[in-house]
T-cell receptor, first 112, second 114 residues
Framework: EAQVTQNPRYLITVTGKKLTVTCSQN?????MSWYRQDPGLGLRQIYY???????DKGDVPEGYKVSRKEKRNFPLILESPSPNQTSLYFC???????????FGSGTQLSVL | AQSVTQLDSQVPVFEEAPVELRCNYS??????LFWYVQYPNQGLQLLLK??????LVESINGFEAEFNKSQTSFHLRKPSVHISDTAEYFC????????????FGRGTSLIVHP
């Protein structure tokens, strides 16, 4: 089944403890992206990647890192999480410009 | 860079009434436009998109949107809504010659009352 898989679905952590949210797609898509969703703010893009080893900042990249060593994986790294990073995170991929975005199921992160 | 403005954060409507969810965008280049829907406790799904050609695009569940270049708008309409249309709707725009990854608006919550 074609899908974008995010893990974990729920995560509670404490300030400053490094964490990684994984994202993997099995559709051979070149383009991948991370968004965070907050009430009243919609989806805001954190980072995106147009291919292996090609990443760029979105609208709210501060406090986040990404890597794209393989086409299928695009992990989101929070080196030192803070409470303002409490949010619902979505990974997404698309095969081409203008193509449909395929979303993961989301990761609800709480930073205490 | 492009941006999206969804003018209404919440739209309450009665069942079987028509509805319009407004979306305006800004971009200095050609764009692709999208509407995504998020049902409660679910991820986002593509509702419809405009890439080129006919300015009126339709979805399989009765929604339609019209691309208006002069007004930089892509409003979503449905002539008769159902309870099951209650959801969050997001307008999105991507630069047809740039990153291709869409920028989203803040969303409009459509609430359909019986």
């Amino acid at each position: 089944e074609a899908q974008v898989t995010q893990n974990p679905r729920y995560l509670i952590t404490v300030t400053g403890k490094k964490l990684t949210v994984t994202c993997s797609q099995n559709m051979n898509h070149e383009y991948m992206s991370w968004y965070r969703q907050d009430p009243g703010l919609g989806l805001r893009q954190i980072y995106y990647s147009m291919n292996v080893e090609v990443t760029d900042k979105g609208d709210v990249p501060e406090g986040y890192k990404v890597s794209r060593k393989e086409k299928r994986n695009f992990p989101l790294i929070l080196e030192s999480p803070s409470p303002n990073q409490t949010s619902l995170y979505f990974c997404a991929s698309t095969p081409r410009p203008g193509g449909k975005l395929f979303f993961g199921s989301g990761t609800q992160l709480s930073v205490l | 860079a492009q941006s999206v403005t969804q003018l209404d954060s919440q739209v309450p409507v009665f069942e079987e009434a028509p509805v319009e969810l407004r979306c305006n965008y800004s971009s200095s280049v050609s764009v692709y436009l999208f509407w995504y829907v998020q049902y409660p406790n679910q991820g986002l799904q593509l509702l419809l998109k405009y890439l080129s050609g006919s300015t009126l695009v339709e979805s399989i569940n009765g929604f339609e949107a019209e691309f208006n270049k002069s007004q930089t708008s892509f409003h979503l309409r449905k002539p008769s809504v159902h309870i099951s249309d209650t959801a969050e709707y997001f307008c999105a725009v991507s630069d047809s010659g740039g990153s291709y990854i869409p920028t989203f608006g803040r969303g409009t919550s459509l609430i359909v009352h019986p």
